[in-house]
């Protein structure tokens, strides 16, 4: 339920916890896409890196602060004329980089 009022059209994530209390409004999700593309050179890859915790302020629901949690892989570039090894992944319908 909390997945289609939250997170609809965005496919990309996956609603993992959801907090609701009278003061904030939680959400924790994590991106399911099975792959990035590099924003330096355009190659797509797979091969995750690392992972890591993206702390996002939102816009308040029916005046409660809605706060996100992110949670987004860092993937290795394996073209080998790219200056960047690594890059974290975009979600540009989510937040900006």
């Known amino acids: 339920m909390f997945q289609d009022l939250f997170l609809h059209g965005l496919a990309e994530l996956f609603l993992e916890a959801f907090q ?5 409004i939680h959400l924790t999700v994590t991106s399911v896409q099975t792959a990035a593309t590099c924003p330096r050179c355009g190659q797509s890859a797979r091969r995750v890196h690392s992972r890591y915790a993206r702390q ?3 816009l308040p629901c029916a005046g409660i602060p ?3 949690t992110l949670k987004v892989r860092r993937f290795f570039c394996d073209n080998p004329a790219c ?4 890059f974290a992944e975009r979600l540009p319908t989510i937040v900006a980089a």
């Open 56 to 58: 996002v302020a939102d």
């Open 83 to 86: 200056p960047k090894t690594t």
């Open 66 to 68: 809605v706060t996100w």
């Open 20 to 24: 609701l209390s009278a003061q904030a």
